[in-house]
């Protein structure tokens, strides 16, 4: 899925997971979606987590984490 899917199912409370993750990271938000949680671990907010991740290669390869 792309970058907005993902951000899309996260507002909905799912977690997503990249092509770059290890098999065991994923990303979720908060209901307000003003805050992501790393695979529950790092907390940090949307624009600190996707200003390191301009590249063309982070709008694409989205999924579930299961």
């Known amino acids: 899925m792309t970058k ?8 909905k409370g799912k977690k997503v997971t990249h092509r770059y993750f290890t098999k065991d990271e994923w990303i979720e938000s908060n209901l ?5 949680f790393l695979s529950g671990r790092v907390h940090c907010l949307p624009n600190e987590f996707w ?3 301009t590249d063309e290669s982070w709008n694409s390869d989205w999924e579930i984490f299961n």
Do not use: N, W
């Open 32 to 36: 307000h979606g003003t805050m992501l």
């Open 51 to 53: 200003r390191d991740r």
């Open 4 to 11: 907005q899917e993902a951000i899309e199912q996260m507002q």
